[in-house]
Structures are given as structure tokens and as C-alpha cells.
């Protein structure tokens, strides 16, 4: 089955503590998404890939970091750099054909909680 | 300026009736493509339905329709015969030609679906 899985579901850290949120796929898609989102509120992008090696900036990209060194994979480290970092995180991918008509897919979710 | 406006922060619908959730977008580019997603408690993202700019006719999947004006930039999601199953929030998304790979996505509407 193909689709994207996020790894682990809950996880918890201590304040101060970088932590690292996985995020695979074997859709052979080409662009990859990291959102976040907070209880009662939209999604809002933290940082994408178009093409392995390369990866441009969202909207909260402060106290993030990410890599993209192989397609199918784009990790998202939660640096210590991030004064709220307890939230939803979303995974996503989209095929490059068809372009800009081409719906995002999505992983489960990466709940993070940092005490 | 918000790219993605869903005015309703949450809506009731009685069970098997129609119900009507609002959209608006803001864009300057003739290429675009507007999405809804459902996310069920669980927070996984569901795709639902897509629209093209160009596309003449208004998209329809199952119990799913989209009433798209362009003229007034907006692309309502109404979903018919409503199901206990259909609570849940949702989103509405675009993308644009010119931006490449970048999705925008609204505050979201919750749908509660009352026996």
C-alpha cells in the first residue's frame, strides 16, 4: 500500500530538548510538506521541498529545521530554538504531474507534547 | 491579505439534511486549484473534492458538490443527506500556478451533524 507514514503518533520531550519527527513516503512524489497546527486552527506551513536537496522556507520556519536527502524521506527537527513547539504536525506529499491540480496526501500526524 | 477565507467557525446540520460550508480565496492568478478537506478527530486529512480554474462545470464526488463562482472567488462545499459520520472539521485549499507547490489553507469550519 502505497502512502505516507509519520513516526511516532504521541511524543513527548523535555523543554530544552531538540527532537526529531519522521516523515516517509512511497508515493514517489517529488514535493513534500511540513505543517503545523494548533488546537482550533488551521494548518500553517513550516517548511517544503520540491526536489531532493533543496527545501524553501514556510510561514513559521523559525526553530525548525528540515532535510531532504533522499525522496522519499523529510525529517523535521523541532530545535529548542522554538518557544511553543507542543502542537500537530502534518506530513504531506503531491505528485509533480498534473501540476498545480494535484491534491495533497497526507500522513497521520505527529502529536507532540513538550513538558 | 488571507488567501483562504472560511468565515464559519462552526456549523450544525441536522441528519440527511444539506448543508452548505463557505469559502472565499483571493488570487490574482488565472491558474488555480481550490480543495476541501475533512479532518475527523483522529487528525488525518481527508481529500474530499477538487475544482480547476478553468473547469466549466462544478465538481461533484458522491454526497460532495462544489458550488464554485469565480466572479465572486468562492468555492462552497455542500455536502447532501448528511451522516453522523460527517462530523468533523474542514478545509478549504488552494494553490496557485505562480506560487509552484504552495498550498494555502483556511481556519477551517467544525461540522456537527445532529441526530
Known amino acids: 500500500d502505497g502512502g505516507i507514514t509519520q513516526s511516532p503518533k504521541y511524543l513527548f520531550r523535555k523543554e530544552g530538548q531538540n527532537v526529531t519527527l519522521s516523515c516517509e513516503q512511497n508515493?514517489?512524489?517529488?514535493?513534500m510538506y511540513w505543517y503545523r497546527q494548533d488546537p482550533g486552527q488551521g494548518l500553517r506551513l513550516i517548511y517544503y521541498?520540491?526536489?531532493?536537496?533543496?527545501?524553501q522556507k514556510g510561514d513559521i520556519a523559525e526553530g525548525y529545521s528540515v532535510s531532504r536527502e533522499k525522496k522519499e524521506s523529510f525529517p523535521l527537527t523541532v530545535t529548542s530554538a522554538q518557544k511553543n513547539p507542543t502542537a500537530f504536525y502534518l506530513c504531506?506529499?503531491?505528485?509533480?504531474?498534473?501540476?498545480?491540480?494535484?491534491?495533497?496526501?497526507f500522513g497521520p500526524g505527529t502529536r507532540l507534547t513538550v513538558l | 491579505a488571507q488567501k483562504i477565507t472560511q468565515t464559519q467557525p462552526g456549523m450544525f446540520v441536522q441528519e440527511k439534511e444539506a448543508v452548505t460550508l463557505d469559502c472565499t480565496y483571493d488570487?490574482?492568478?488565472?491558474?488555480?486549484?481550490l480543495f476541501w478537506y475533512k479532518q475527523p478527530s483522529s487528525g488525518e486529512m481527508i481529500f474530499l473534492i477538487y475544482?480547476?480554474?478553468?473547469?466549466?462545470q462544478n465538481a461533484t464526488e458522491g454526497r460532495y458538490s462544489l458550488n464554485f463562482q469565480k466572479a465572486r472567488k468562492s468555492a462552497n462545499l455542500v455536502i447532501s443527506a448528511s451522516q453522523l459520520g460527517d462530523s468533523a472539521m474542514y478545509f478549504c485549499?488552494?494553490?496557485?500556478?505562480?506560487?509552484?507547490?504552495?498550498?494555502?489553507f483556511g481556519t477551517g469550519t467544525s461540522l456537527t451533524v445532529i441526530p
Open positions: 504531506a506529499s503531491t505528485p509533480r504531474e498534473r501540476g498545480v491540480y494535484n491534491e495533497q496526501f
Open positions: 521541498s520540491q526536489i531532493v536537496n533543496d527545501f
Open positions: 485549499a488552494m494553490r496557485e500556478v505562480g506560487t509552484g507547490n504552495q498550498f494555502y
Open positions: 488570487t490574482s492568478d488565472p491558474s488555480y486549484g
Open positions: 508515493l514517489n512524489h517529488d514535493a
Open positions: 475544482q480547476g480554474s478553468y473547469d466549466q
